[in-house]
Nanobody, 113 residues
């Protein structure tokens, strides 16, 4: 019923930028809390950023000041703007709706030095 699709990943150099998008079918994203997660090879999946239905945002310490989560309600898209990228940011990034236990298949982000 609900499907999430991430896009915008790719290869970036250190201090570069990428913008990830999370689009949805079957639901309106602004009606849910949305989270971005990431998982690097051999590592556990970590929570990166969240946005609530009231637009309250929160970030893991390692991305504060560099990443911004926001939503475009008209387009039904949640964005993760990633600036000043570091090699340690390399991972597969997933968007998810914790309340529905739903998440996408991820988009690869690779940051080179």
């Amino acid at each position: 019923q609900v499907q999430l699709l991430e896009s915008g990943g790719g290869l970036a150099q250190a201090v570069g930028s990428l913008r990830l998008s999370c689009s949805a079918s079957g639901t309106t994203l602004s009606n849910h809390g949305v989270a971005w997660y990431r998982q690097a090879p051999g590592k556990q999946r970590d929570l990166v950023a969240t946005i609530t239905t009231g637009a309250f945002v929160a970030y893991v310490d390692s991305v504060k000041g560099r990443f911004t989560i926001c939503r475009d309600s008209a387009k039904n898209i949640i964005y993760l703007q990633m600036n000043n990228l570091k090699p340690k940011d390399s991972a597969v990034y997933y968007c998810g709706l914790p309340s529905l236990e739903s998440w996408g298949q991820g988009t690869q982000v690779t940051v080179s030095s």
